[in-house]
């Protein structure tokens, strides 16, 4: 496989940003971490065994500590420096340091679109995981900072006559769901929150992409270090297409969530092809105006169409039955 992402550059970004800290700057990191708050609080189950992997920072674990479903937490982080003389192990990117069925519950956040081998990391988190353990993980997706990407072709293209990639390449949310099922991972649920930020100019999300750390490390990148002609000019066709009527410019953080259990003979199933009693037509029929409520009776986030009854919010769909 070809590898995209220079990950020892990565690592280099990440622990300039941690020498060199800026106030606010972990925004996404906070915004992922509240979301895992909620995430975690919907699973009604305690976990023994839990590891935390790549998330650069303690946010993470102190919110599965502050949940109190968690026993034992274990972090890995690809470099000491990231562990700040805690607890935890050291171990190289893309690997999970554990022996198979070993964790109860897998953590990562806003790493995994710096992996070269997502696929490999995932079959490894499975692995790891008890039957019926569960993984919790959340990357930039597709879509993360297009306007900055449009932007930097356009100037490129307009003072050189081409441009080079600037920008790594970020996994769609129904690819992550099809990876999750590549791994072997049961009840598979993927889906995008954007997180969108806005900004006086270009400088100001340069410089918090490089207090994350999130500079460009793609191996193919450009060596050819950017001239203050070209970023004037991407920072003015930036705000001629990606601004609001009161002058500031917008950048979007799609952020994708995936959750998937390892298998287990207790987890629910789809029924079989073909031993429904009653058909999808039969019952639009009966009633369209029923028809208004969604199930999600857990986790698992089905959003079926069910009905709708005076004592119950929604109703289990036929699956979740």
Request: proline content about 6%; aromatic content about 8%.
């Given at each position: 496989?070809?590898?995209?992402?220079?990950?020892?550059?990565?690592?280099?970004?990440?622990?300039?940003?941690?020498?060199?800290?800026?106030?606010?700057?972990?925004?996404?990191?906070?915004?992922?971490?509240?979301?895992?708050?909620?995430?975690?609080?919907?699973?009604?189950?305690?976990?023994?065994?839990?590891?935390?992997?790549?998330?650069?920072?303690?946010?993470?674990?102190?919110?599965?500590?502050?949940?109190?479903?968690?026993?034992?937490?274990?972090?890995?982080?690809?470099?000491?420096?990231?562990?700040?003389?805690?607890?935890?192990?050291?171990?190289?990117?893309?690997?999970?340091?554990?022996?198979?069925?070993?964790?109860?519950?897998?953590?990562?956040?806003?790493?995994?679109?710096?992996?070269?081998?997502?696929?490999?990391?995932?079959?490894?988190?499975?692995?790891?995981?008890?039957?019926?353990?569960?993984?919790?993980?959340?990357?930039?997706?597709?879509?993360?900072?297009?306007?900055?990407?449009?932007?930097?072709?356009?100037?490129?293209?307009?003072?050189?006559?081409?441009?080079?990639?600037?920008?790594?390449?970020?996994?769609?949310?129904?690819?992550?769901?099809?990876?999750?099922q590549r791994a072997g991972l049961a009840l598979p649920v993927a889906d995008v929150e954007t997180?969108?930020?806005?900004?006086?100019?270009?400088?100001?999300?340069?410089?918090?992409?490089?207090?994350?750390?999130?500079?460009?490390?793609?191996?193919?990148?450009?060596?050819?270090?950017?001239?203050?002609?070209?970023?004037?000019?991407?920072?003015?066709?930036?705000?001629?297409?990606?601004?609001?009527?009161?002058?500031?410019?917008?950048?979007?953080?799609?952020?994708?969530?995936?959750?998937?259990?390892?298998?287990?003979?207790?987890?629910?199933?789809?029924?079989?092809?073909?031993?429904?009693?009653?058909?999808?037509?039969?019952?639009?029929?009966?009633?369209?105006?029923?028809?208004?409520?969604?199930?999600?009776?857990?986790?698992?986030?089905?959003?079926?169409?069910?009905?709708?009854?005076?004592?119950?919010?929604?109703?289990?769909?036929?699956?979740?039955?």
């Amino acid at each position: 496989m070809q590898p995209i992402v220079d990950t020892s550059l990565w690592l280099a970004h990440k622990r300039r940003a941690l020498a060199y800290p800026t106030a606010g700057a972990d925004f996404l990191m906070r915004r992922a971490a509240e979301e895992l708050a909620e995430r975690l609080g919907a699973v009604e189950r305690k976990f023994d065994r839990a590891a935390v992997l790549f998330c650069q920072t303690p946010a993470a674990v102190d919110v599965l500590a502050t949940s109190g479903k968690v026993a034992d937490i274990i972090r890995v982080e690809a470099d000491a420096a990231f562990l700040d003389n805690a607890a935890g192990l050291v171990a190289p990117l893309e690997t999970v340091p554990f022996e198979p069925e070993s964790l109860d519950l897998a953590v990562s956040l806003l790493s995994l679109q710096a992996m070269n081998d997502i696929p490999g990391m995932l079959v490894q988190i499975r692995r790891a995981l008890k039957p019926d353990g569960l993984f919790l993980g959340a990357f930039a997706g597709a879509g993360t900072l297009s306007e900055l990407r449009e932007s930097l072709l356009a100037a490129e293209t307009e003072l050189y006559g081409g441009a080079s990639p600037r920008v790594i390449p970020f996994t769609d949310v129904r690819d992550a769901g099809a990876l999750l099922q590549r791994a072997g991972l049961a009840l598979p649920v993927a889906d995008v929150e954007t997180v969108t930020v806005r900004y006086d100019s270009l400088f100001g999300l340069m410089a918090d992409l490089r207090a994350m750390g999130e500079t460009s490390a793609l191996i193919d990148r450009s060596r050819r270090p950017g001239t203050r002609r070209l970023f004037a000019r991407v920072a003015e066709i930036y705000a001629e297409r990606f601004s609001d009527a009161d002058g500031r410019i917008r950048a979007s953080f799609p952020i994708v969530w995936m959750s998937g259990w390892a298998p287990d003979a207790s987890q629910q199933k789809p029924l079989k092809p073909g031993s429904a009693k009653i058909s999808l037509k039969t019952i639009l029929g009966k009633s369209r105006r029923a028809l208004t409520g969604f199930c999600r009776p857990d986790f698992y986030g089905c959003w079926w169409p069910v009905a709708i009854t005076a004592r119950k919010r929604s109703q289990a769909c036929w699956n979740c039955r």
